[in-house]
Protein backbone atom coordinates (compact mmCIF):
# COMPACT_ATOMS: atom_id res chain seq x y z
CA UNK A 1 0.00 0.00 0.00
CA UNK A 2 1.00 3.48 -0.26
CA UNK A 3 3.27 5.03 2.48
CA UNK A 4 5.09 8.18 3.11
CA UNK A 5 7.22 7.48 6.37
CA UNK A 6 9.07 10.85 7.69
CA UNK A 7 12.41 11.17 9.82
CA UNK A 8 11.91 11.76 13.87
CA UNK A 9 10.93 15.13 15.30
CA UNK A 10 14.25 17.22 15.70
CA UNK A 11 15.11 19.61 18.67
CA UNK A 12 16.90 22.54 17.39
CA UNK A 13 18.25 26.13 18.39
CA UNK A 14 18.24 28.81 16.70
CA UNK A 15 20.08 29.53 13.62
CA UNK A 16 21.10 25.72 13.13
CA UNK A 17 19.68 23.78 10.24
CA UNK A 18 17.61 20.55 9.82
CA UNK A 19 16.63 18.54 7.14
CA UNK A 20 14.06 16.27 7.06
CA UNK A 21 13.23 13.31 5.37
CA UNK A 22 10.01 11.59 3.53
CA UNK A 23 10.29 8.36 1.77
CA UNK A 24 7.45 7.11 -0.36
CA UNK A 25 6.92 3.23 -0.90
CA UNK A 26 3.54 1.28 -2.91
CA UNK A 27 4.36 3.31 -5.67
CA UNK A 28 6.88 4.48 -8.85
CA UNK A 29 7.97 7.11 -7.17
CA UNK A 30 8.70 8.98 -9.79
CA UNK A 31 4.85 9.42 -11.24
CA UNK A 32 3.55 11.74 -8.41
CA UNK A 33 4.86 15.01 -7.17
CA UNK A 34 5.35 15.24 -3.72
CA UNK A 35 4.03 18.22 -1.79
CA UNK A 36 5.51 19.97 1.96
CA UNK A 37 2.91 21.15 4.24
CA UNK A 38 3.41 23.34 7.77
CA UNK A 39 1.22 23.25 10.72
CA UNK A 40 2.26 25.82 13.59
CA UNK A 41 1.24 24.32 16.59
CA UNK A 42 -2.35 25.28 17.13
CA UNK A 43 -2.63 26.45 13.74
CA UNK A 44 -3.83 25.46 10.26
CA UNK A 45 -2.95 23.80 7.43
CA UNK A 46 -0.38 26.29 4.66
CA UNK A 47 1.19 24.55 2.13
CA UNK A 48 4.64 25.40 1.23
CA UNK A 49 5.56 23.62 -2.42
CA UNK A 50 6.10 20.75 -3.69
CA UNK A 51 8.85 18.88 -5.67
CA UNK A 52 9.16 16.89 -9.42
CA UNK A 53 9.90 13.83 -8.46
CA UNK A 54 10.34 12.93 -12.09
CA UNK A 55 12.41 15.87 -13.15
CA UNK A 56 13.41 16.89 -9.48
CA UNK A 57 12.28 20.64 -9.79
CA UNK A 58 11.20 22.25 -6.70
CA UNK A 59 8.07 25.10 -6.90
CA UNK A 60 8.00 26.78 -4.01
CA UNK A 61 4.96 28.74 -2.29
CA UNK A 62 4.75 32.41 -3.21
CA UNK A 63 6.23 34.46 -0.19
CA UNK A 64 8.20 31.25 1.17
CA UNK A 65 11.99 32.31 1.83
CA UNK A 66 15.20 30.49 0.23
CA UNK A 67 15.69 29.19 3.93
CA UNK A 68 13.59 26.37 2.91
CA UNK A 69 14.84 23.93 -0.44
CA UNK A 70 13.47 20.86 -1.07
CA UNK A 71 15.52 17.92 -2.74
CA UNK A 72 14.69 14.01 -3.47
CA UNK A 73 16.83 11.13 -4.12
CA UNK A 74 15.16 9.05 -6.63
CA UNK A 75 17.27 6.02 -5.83
CA UNK A 76 15.55 5.54 -2.06
CA UNK A 77 12.21 6.57 -3.47
CA UNK A 78 13.02 10.04 -0.68
CA UNK A 79 11.99 13.40 -0.65
CA UNK A 80 14.05 16.11 1.41
CA UNK A 81 13.07 19.80 3.26
CA UNK A 82 15.84 21.38 4.82
CA UNK A 83 15.60 24.80 6.59
CA UNK A 84 18.26 26.84 7.11
CA UNK A 85 19.03 29.65 9.65
CA UNK A 86 15.96 28.31 11.66
CA UNK A 87 13.62 30.96 13.88
CA UNK A 88 11.31 30.11 16.46
CA UNK A 89 8.53 30.77 13.99
CA UNK A 90 9.82 27.61 11.94
CA UNK A 91 8.25 25.40 15.48
CA UNK A 92 5.79 23.69 13.23
CA UNK A 93 4.96 19.99 12.63
CA UNK A 94 6.12 19.27 8.81
CA UNK A 95 3.90 17.09 6.36
CA UNK A 96 4.88 15.41 3.53
CA UNK A 97 2.03 14.67 0.61
CA UNK A 98 1.26 12.66 -2.37
CA UNK A 99 -0.21 14.75 -5.32
CA UNK A 100 -2.69 12.86 -7.65
CA UNK A 101 -2.38 14.63 -11.10
CA UNK A 102 -4.84 16.87 -11.39
CA UNK A 103 -6.28 16.16 -7.83
CA UNK A 104 -5.98 16.51 -4.15
CA UNK A 105 -3.09 14.97 -2.41
CA UNK A 106 -4.19 11.27 -1.40
CA UNK A 107 -1.76 10.00 0.75
CA UNK A 108 0.50 11.96 3.76
CA UNK A 109 3.57 11.19 6.24
CA UNK A 110 2.87 11.03 9.79
CA UNK A 111 4.24 14.31 10.29
CA UNK A 112 7.45 15.61 11.74
CA UNK A 113 8.05 18.01 14.54
CA UNK A 114 10.83 20.43 14.11
CA UNK A 115 11.22 22.64 17.71
CA UNK A 116 13.64 25.98 17.61
CA UNK A 117 14.57 26.59 21.46
CA UNK A 118 17.16 28.12 22.36
CA UNK B 1 -3.60 35.94 -3.58
CA UNK B 2 -6.90 33.38 -2.69
CA UNK B 3 -8.82 33.79 0.21
CA UNK B 4 -10.85 30.18 1.48
CA UNK B 5 -13.23 31.48 4.65
CA UNK B 6 -14.26 28.48 6.75
CA UNK B 7 -16.13 29.26 10.12
CA UNK B 8 -13.75 28.11 13.35
CA UNK B 9 -16.39 25.82 14.46
CA UNK B 10 -19.36 23.62 13.68
CA UNK B 11 -21.74 21.78 16.65
CA UNK B 12 -24.37 18.98 15.16
CA UNK B 13 -25.77 16.71 17.35
CA UNK B 14 -25.19 12.42 16.83
CA UNK B 15 -27.45 11.22 13.81
CA UNK B 16 -27.75 14.91 11.69
CA UNK B 17 -26.33 16.30 9.01
CA UNK B 18 -23.36 18.51 8.95
CA UNK B 19 -22.39 21.37 6.83
CA UNK B 20 -18.79 22.78 6.87
CA UNK B 21 -18.97 25.64 4.23
CA UNK B 22 -16.00 27.08 2.29
CA UNK B 23 -16.24 30.55 0.95
CA UNK B 24 -14.21 32.28 -2.15
CA UNK B 25 -14.66 34.47 -4.94
CA UNK B 26 -16.18 32.27 -7.73
CA UNK B 27 -15.12 29.17 -5.62
CA UNK B 28 -17.84 26.93 -7.48
CA UNK B 29 -15.29 27.90 -11.13
CA UNK B 30 -13.03 26.08 -9.71
CA UNK B 31 -12.11 22.11 -7.74
CA UNK B 32 -12.22 22.30 -4.33
CA UNK B 33 -11.05 19.25 -2.12
CA UNK B 34 -11.74 18.32 1.38
CA UNK B 35 -9.33 16.64 4.34
CA UNK B 36 -9.92 15.77 7.58
CA UNK B 37 -7.74 15.83 10.45
CA UNK B 38 -8.22 14.29 13.64
CA UNK B 39 -6.24 14.95 16.67
CA UNK B 40 -2.55 14.11 16.78
CA UNK B 41 -3.05 12.54 13.14
CA UNK B 42 -2.12 13.86 9.49
CA UNK B 43 -4.62 15.27 7.59
CA UNK B 44 -6.51 12.78 5.14
CA UNK B 45 -8.36 13.43 1.84
CA UNK B 46 -11.83 12.87 2.17
CA UNK B 47 -13.54 14.35 -1.07
CA UNK B 48 -11.73 15.06 -4.20
CA UNK B 49 -13.01 16.58 -6.67
CA UNK B 50 -16.05 18.11 -4.40
CA UNK B 51 -17.59 14.95 -4.80
CA UNK B 52 -15.58 11.77 -5.54
CA UNK B 53 -14.73 9.92 -2.54
CA UNK B 54 -11.21 8.37 -1.93
CA UNK B 55 -11.46 4.25 -0.94
CA UNK B 56 -12.51 3.99 2.26
CA UNK B 57 -14.51 6.99 2.82
CA UNK B 58 -18.31 5.88 4.00
CA UNK B 59 -21.02 7.76 1.49
CA UNK B 60 -22.07 9.98 4.31
CA UNK B 61 -19.53 12.29 3.00
CA UNK B 62 -20.94 13.98 0.03
CA UNK B 63 -20.36 17.49 -1.52
CA UNK B 64 -21.49 20.38 -3.14
CA UNK B 65 -19.72 23.91 -4.85
CA UNK B 66 -21.90 26.72 -6.40
CA UNK B 67 -21.31 30.46 -6.79
CA UNK B 68 -19.05 31.31 -4.08
CA UNK B 69 -19.55 28.66 -1.43
CA UNK B 70 -18.49 25.17 -1.28
CA UNK B 71 -20.20 22.59 1.44
CA UNK B 72 -18.78 19.51 3.32
CA UNK B 73 -21.63 17.50 3.79
CA UNK B 74 -21.86 14.40 6.55
CA UNK B 75 -24.76 12.60 6.88
CA UNK B 76 -25.74 10.58 10.19
CA UNK B 77 -23.21 12.14 12.09
CA UNK B 78 -20.71 9.98 14.14
CA UNK B 79 -18.84 11.08 17.56
CA UNK B 80 -15.79 9.44 15.45
CA UNK B 81 -16.42 12.59 12.99
CA UNK B 82 -14.98 15.14 15.40
CA UNK B 83 -11.82 16.63 13.65
CA UNK B 84 -10.66 19.80 11.65
CA UNK B 85 -11.88 20.16 8.18
CA UNK B 86 -9.81 21.80 5.83
CA UNK B 87 -10.94 22.97 2.32
CA UNK B 88 -8.68 23.41 -0.28
CA UNK B 89 -7.77 24.55 -3.97
CA UNK B 90 -5.30 25.49 -6.73
CA UNK B 91 -4.81 29.03 -7.27
CA UNK B 92 -3.99 29.36 -10.89
CA UNK B 93 -3.11 33.04 -10.67
CA UNK B 94 -0.26 32.12 -8.46
CA UNK B 95 0.08 28.46 -8.74
CA UNK B 96 -0.36 28.01 -4.92
CA UNK B 97 -2.46 25.18 -3.38
CA UNK B 98 -4.74 27.61 -0.80
CA UNK B 99 -5.96 25.93 2.58
CA UNK B 100 -8.80 27.55 4.15
CA UNK B 101 -8.90 27.83 8.28
CA UNK B 102 -9.87 25.20 8.84
CA UNK B 103 -13.51 23.75 10.78
CA UNK B 104 -13.87 21.72 13.95
CA UNK B 105 -16.55 20.07 13.94
CA UNK B 106 -18.06 18.83 17.44
CA UNK B 107 -20.41 16.14 17.79
CA UNK B 108 -23.01 16.82 20.64
Known amino acids: QVQLVQSGSELMKPGTSVKISCKAS????????VHWVKQAPGQGLKWMGW????????MYAQGLTGRFVFSLDTSVSTTYLQISSLEADDTATYFCARDVPGGGHDSWGQGTLVSVSS | SYVLTQPPSVSVAAGQTARITCGGD??????VHWYRQKPVQAPELVLDYETDRPPGIPERFSGSNSGSTATLIIDSVEAGDEADYYC???????????FGGGTKLTVL
Open chain 1, 26 to 33: GYTFTRHA
Open chain 2, 88 to 98: QVWDSSTNDWV
Open chain 1, 51 to 58: INTNTGRP
Open chain 2, 26 to 31: DIGTVS
